[in-house]
Nanobody, 123 residues
Framework: VQLQASGGGLVQAGDSLRLSCAAS????????VAWFRQAPGKVRDFVAA???????NYAESVKGRFTISRDIAQNRVELQLNRLKVEDTAIYYC??????????????????WGQGTQVTVSS
């Protein structure tokens, strides 16, 4: 499966963005999909995940502000980012792997990655 992340941009604190992870080559219906992010000089952190059964997981830092969802018909996973903060600034990557992710927040568990989309939040 090939993944294409999009939707990033430059916004102000408090604004919203909607990121999309479009898949091609295979249906995401049987894949677990996650979003990770990496800020300059920092490690890649888990943001949110949705299993192929539809179960969701979120990092504590984004709970209540971000929502992950899946559109099987469009073969994509989206991440709604609300009430953005300056510290949300990072490159956001989507990742996928077949089946149920035993550890949704563990990056090595995903074999397929998109190229990343930049989210910049100004104060």
């Amino acid at each position: 499966v090939q993944l294409q992340a999009s939707g990033g941009g430059l916004v102000q604190a408090g604004d919203s963005l909607r990121l999309s992870c479009a898949a091609s080559g295979r249906s995401l219906g049987r894949y677990s999909v996650a979003w990770f992010r990496q800020a300059p000089g920092k490690v890649r952190d888990f943001v949110a995940a949705i299993s192929w059964r539809g179960a969701t997981n979120y990092a504590e830092s984004v709970k209540g502000r971000f929502t992950i969802s899946r559109d099987i018909a469009q073969n994509r996973v989206e991440l709604q980012l609300n009430r953005l903060k300056v510290e949300d600034t990072a490159i956001y990557y989507c990742a996928a792997d077949p089946g149920e992710a035993g550890r949704p927040g563990w990056a090595p568990g995903y074999n397929y990655w998109g190229q990343g989309t930049q989210v910049t939040v100004s104060s």
